[in-house]
Every structure is written in structure tokens, then in C-alpha cells.
């Protein structure tokens, strides 16, 4: 990530957004962006317990700490983080075969580059999307 990144979260706004629309993920998916999309459900206690971890490394890379413990020499892009509610998308979450929450998927040019069920921890939520980064840095130069 660059500091001229036009997507890069400023202070005090929101580094993960929720999905209002179907179609706004296909928007977000643009060449060597990774887009982490999370379903979730207002009634899932796990969902709840997941915000936390999601907020703190979609900060961590809005802060530019992209090669966070370790770092990389893949130019990395700056991922975007959504969410998606089950029940106010379920045409979305079809799409998907959602059939769990919460779910994190995460696409490189469009493609699910990795899949997660369940809660993770925030060590193990960093080192997958900075692997699927890694992975759609590298396609995005193709």
C-alpha cells in the first residue's frame, strides 16, 4: 500500500464497511485489490465476537502495516474490508453458499482465493489475508 492510496481509511472513519447492496461487491472488485467479505447476522454471538478482530486488522492495513509481523516482498495491495449481512442479503449469501456465520471470503480479480468458517483469531485472520494479498499482488501483474 502506498500513502496515496485513495482508499486508505483516514482517522476516525470506518475500515469495515457493510454491504447495503448486492451489487456493491462487484464494484469493489477491481484488478489486484483484495476484498475481504465477511457474512454475518445480527443474531450470531460469534459475528459479535468477531467485529473486534476484523476492525483491528483492516486498521492495521489502513495504517499502512501491511507486512504486519514479518513482512513481505510482494507488493501487497490495499485490501478493502466488508460485511454482509445474512438476512438483508440473502440473495448474496446464496450466491456464495453461505450456510454458516460467520463467513470471511476473500477475492482476488473476482476469484474466492481463500475461505474461513467460524471466528479466527487476529494472528490467524492477519496471516491469511496477507497471503491472499500476496497472492493478488502477484496476479495483478499479469
Known amino acids: ?42 443474531w450470531c454471538g460469534s459475528c459479535t465476537a468477531l467485529e473486534p ?4 486488522v483492516a486498521r492495521e492495513w489502513a495504517g499502512g502495516a501491511a507486512g504486519v509481523e514479518g513482512g513481505s516482498d510482494v507488493p501487497t495491495p490495499s485490501p478493502v474490508f466488508v460485511t454482509a449481512d445474512t438476512l438483508r442479503l440473502p440473495t448474496l449469501s446464496a450466491a456464495y453458499a453461505v450456510r454458516t ?13 481463500d475461505s474461513i468458517i467460524g471466528p ?11 497471503a491472499a494479498a500476496e497472492h493478488a499482488g502477484r496476479d495483478a501483474g499479469r
Open 120 to 130: 479466527v483469531t487476529r494472528k490467524e485472520l492477519r496471516e491469511r489475508v496477507r
Open 53 to 56: 478482530v476484523l476492525a483491528d
Open 101 to 113: 456465520v460467520p463467513t470471511t471470503l476473500l477475492f482476488g480479480e473476482g476469484v474466492v482465493l
Open 1 to 42: 500500500m502506498t500513502p496515496a492510496d485513495p482508499d486508505r481509511a483516514s482517522p476516525g472513519t470506518a475500515v469495515v464497511r457493510e454491504l447495503r447492496e448486492p451489487d456493491e461487491l462487484a464494484a469493489l472488485m477491481t484488478p489486484g485489490r483484495l476484498v475481504v467479505l465477511t457474512f454475518t447476522g445480527s
